[in-house]
């Protein structure tokens, strides 16, 4: 009678760091487990609707106070065009090509949480020190969500100029962003978007050169808060 030998497979050590792959110790049920996370989710959650009362007001508040008008060289380089369409449809795009990846990645979606918010913070205080007149070329920006979250279809913002808040959030979501070629599609669209809000004269260049610093403090920051991802 023939005896059959099992043989132990080795475990493959390929599997357990497969690209894209999320540690055990990473994931949602871990991460809800531990009370500081939960707090820190908590209370960046709370922030940010704390902001939606505030924010509509504060923005009609820039938009009617006047400010200066600067020279632009270099803005004045580019053509001036309606290019909201393609605008749109770059950081949308962006936004939920991000939010598919940091979703399943607890402590990834706190620090863009937490980076989101001081972001805001930051451009509402540059935007408070920094009254301007935009660009006499400028052409209305026709965002879909802004416009029907803020009503601002009868009198648009347009004095919400430093620094870019489209670049901002562009450059925000690049750091954020794991693997290769999402960070190369994103650094692509970011120097697209800055470029576009140029062309449609919404912003001066000031404006967008200025805002990858903003948004890498609000990333460092969002960092020490939420940990490691």
């Known amino acids: 009678m023939s005896s059959f030998k099992t043989r132990a497979v080795p475990p493959n050590p390929s599997r357990a760091s497969l690209p894209g792959s999320i540690p055990a110790a990473s994931r949602w049920p871990?991460?809800?487990?531990?009370?500081?996370?939960?707090?820190?989710?908590?209370?960046v959650l709370l922030l940010l609707v704390g902001l939606l009362p505030i924010i509509p007001d504060f923005y009609h508040y820039i938009q009617a106070r006047p400010g200066r008008l600067l020279p632009d060289p270099l803005a004045s380089l580019l053509p001036v065009r309606d290019v909201s369409a393609?605008?749109?449809?770059?950081?949308?795009?962006?936004i939920v090509a991000t939010l598919w990846q940091v979703l399943p990645r607890p402590l990834q979606l706190l620090r863009a949480l937490w980076g989101y918010y001081f972001l805001q913070l930051f451009r509402m205080l540059t935007l408070w020190l920094l009254?301007?007149?935009?660009?006499?070329?400028?052409?209305?920006?026709?965002?879909?969500?802004v416009d029907y979250l803020f009503q601002v279809a009868e009198q648009p913002i347009v004095r919400d100029l430093f620094f870019s808040g489209h670049t901002a959030t562009m450059v925000l979501l690049l750091l954020l962003a794991r693997g290769p070629r999402l960070r190369l599609a994103m650094l692509l669209a970011s120097i697209a978007v800055g470029t576009l809000v140029l062309v449609q004269r919404v912003h001066y260049s000031y404006d967008v050169l200025a805002a990858p610093l903003f948004a890498w403090l609000a990333y460092r920051l969002a960092d020490k808060v939420a940990g490691k991802a």
């Open 30 to 43: 871990a991460q809800w487990a531990l009370p500081h996370f939960r707090w820190r989710l908590g209370l």
């Open 86 to 94: 393609p605008t749109f449809t770059l950081i949308y795009g962006s």
């Open 131 to 145: 009254p301007l007149d935009p660009p006499r070329e400028l052409v209305n920006l026709h965002d879909p969500v």
